[in-house]
């Protein structure tokens, strides 16, 4: 069964809401539970940058998403979890993709074209209060996604059109430099709800009404009392459809409770017994996660260690993929540019090959390919592409490595033992020539 990556950025500009844990960290941490599925999940502080110049703003919802995370189930063991800052490849990333990015293309995102309408209808200069950041949002974007090859980006019907760029960026830099990229794909998930907030508009913290996931039992009641309603009585009968009462709580409860809710809004249920009702049910659920925020929240430096183990753990991909994507454009070693600069481009092509990839079950292979193209020598799976970059090296340096690395090569139908050593020495004779 082959494994499907998944990827989906947090920015970190804001205290998580019921909304967001509906909509994403719910589904996000029991899709990470399925089979033949490998997530990362990151905070993206760089995006935050876009929109937030406070810094304390930034450090405290860093750690409010991350604590909300962690309290919702996410096990950082089995999902990538990481900081986008503490990613240098990044940034670095970013730059390649800019440089095969047309601006006409970014002219066109949603978020600037519509800072940029707004500007035209107040009659003000098109790009006033712009920055060149909110220009190149897709771009950090599509950064975050290529480097980690995810194949799916599960986020809302808004951010579609920055993961339609990201394939696009993905195949001008193939079609230019070779096949380096794996073209992702949205997920939307039409499941999932969206949460009305306090006043009945989406929840969102642009309108200011949400309630957050985790406020204490007594705000959780307040909050929920204060969630509009309209003014019929007690005993008359309720509107269940476009109450966003209703549609709470039929996010945190079961089928058969939203039922029993439905008929109890047909009988007339007072509002206030509603609420109640509503209150219980999803304190139900945010309790047992609570007592875990909260020994989170307090400990910021057990957060700040999963952070980096989980950076460290991507950057095991990152760093040897921005090497070889910087080679692939021209930016390496003036000793190898010069050997495939040398005239003698035929006597190259006529080299055997060593190549290294990843499969779908996640693990890092190699093969040893003859000029003609056959395969002369196949490599069994390595959990880390360092280990398979290592095998290599042992082997282009001396052929007698064979012997030794014996236990993880796969065989090959036809292939004579010495036609393999035959290669190997070849290459590194050419190596040593250049
Ligand atoms: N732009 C996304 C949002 O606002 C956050 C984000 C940043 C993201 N990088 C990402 C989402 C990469 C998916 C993949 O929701």
């Not at 999940?41 to 876009?50: E, K, N």
């Amino acid at each position: 069964m082959s494994t499907t990556r998944f990827l989906t950025g947090i920015t970190t500009t804001g205290t998580p809401h019921l909304g967001n844990f509906v909509g994403s960290i719910r589904p996000s941490v029991a899709a990470s539970l399925t089979p033949n599925v490998q997530s990362f999940y990151f905070l993206a502080d760089y995006h935050a940058l876009i929109k937030c110049e406070d810094p304390v703003r930034i450090q405290r919802s860093t750690l409010e998403i991350a604590a909300s995370w962690l309290a919702a189930g996410l096990n950082p063991e089995k999902v990538t979890f990481y900081r986008q800052s503490d990613i240098p490849e990044i940034p670095e990333l970013t730059w390649l993709l800019t440089c095969v990015t047309g601006k006409g293309v970014l002219n066109r995102a949603h978020a600037y074209k519509a800072s940029v309408d707004k500007n035209t209808a107040a009659g003000r200069e098109q790009d006033d209060g712009v920055t060149a950041g909110l220009f190149m949002y897709p771009v950090l974007m599509g950064a975050d996604i290529l480097m980690f090859k995810a194949h799916k980006v599960p986020v809302g019907r808004d951010q579609i059109q920055h993961i339609e760029m990201a394939r696009d960026m993905a195949a001008s830099f193939n079609h230019l430099y070779g096949e380096h990229f794996v073209l992702p794909e949205a997920a939307i998930d039409d499941h999932v709800a969206t949460l009305p907030g306090l006043d009945g508009r989406k929840m969102s913290k642009s309108y200011d009404n949400t309630i957050p996931l985790f406020s204490s039992r007594a705000q959780l009641q307040k909050l929920i009392g204060g969630i509009l309603t309209d003014s019929r009585a007690p005993g008359e009968p309720k509107e269940a459809e476009g109450s966003a009462l209703f549609q709470i709580y039929q996010a945190f409860a079961t089928p058969e409770e939203t039922e029993a809710l439905r008929k109890a809004y047909a009988d007339g249920i007072a509002w206030g017994d509603a609420k109640h009702t509503l209150f219980e049910r999803v304190d139900q659920v945010i309790a047992p996660m609570r007592a875990q925020y909260e020994e989170l929240i307090h400990n910021p430096a057990r957060i700040e260690q999963t952070l980096l183990a989980g950076a460290e753990r991507a950057r095991t991909l990152a760093t040897p993929f921005i090497r070889e994507l910087r080679s692939a454009v021209g930016l390496r070693s003036l000793v190898q540019a010069s050997t495939a600069a040398k005239p003698a481009k035929a006597a190259k092509a006529a080299l055997p090959a060593f190549k290294q990839y990843r499969e779908a079950d996640g693990k890092f292979y190699f093969k040893l390919v003859a000029a003609d193209g056959r395969l002369l020598l196949q490599s069994t799976g390595f959990d880390a592409p360092k280990e398979a970059g290592q095998a290599i090296a042992q082997l282009q340096k001396d052929s007698t490595a064979l012997q030794t690395l014996a236990p993880r090569l796969a065989p090959v139908d036809g292939v004579q033992a010495a036609e393999v050593t035959a290669a190997l020495q070849a290459l590194a004779e050419a190596a040593a020539a250049a």
